[in-house]
């Protein structure tokens, strides 16, 4: 799957559901809710009593969600992260970190 189809997708949930109306203010605090999300379920995969598969499923649920509201906001701002992405991808390869 690629980026712009994630981006399409996000698009059109939010038009069903109404969400574009949300500025983008407002598409940031929910992207940053679910880095809090996210972050209470790596809390939970550190446990070794928590069930690995259980608790996969919900950091994998978590990180689509971070992604979903990336590619809504990238929406709302009328940018096509492929080429962005593609780009910044040559960069890093490239790129010698120290």
Not at 38 to 62: F, M, N, T
């Amino acid at each position: 799957m690629h980026i712009s189809e994630i981006q399409k997708q996000a698009h059109e949930l939010a038009q069903k559901h109404g969400w574009q109306k949300n500025n983008v203010d407002q598409r940031f605090r929910h992207l940053i809710s679910e880095v809090g999300e996210l972050s209470r379920e790596l809390l939970r995969y550190a446990s070794p009593d928590a069930p690995k598969k259980e608790v996969d499923r919900a950091v994998g649920h978590e990180i689509y969600d971070i992604v979903w509201n990336l590619c809504e906001l990238a929406n709302q701002l009328d940018i096509d992260l492929e080429p962005y992405f593609l780009e910044k991808i040559e960069i890093n390869h490239q790129r010698s970190w120290k």
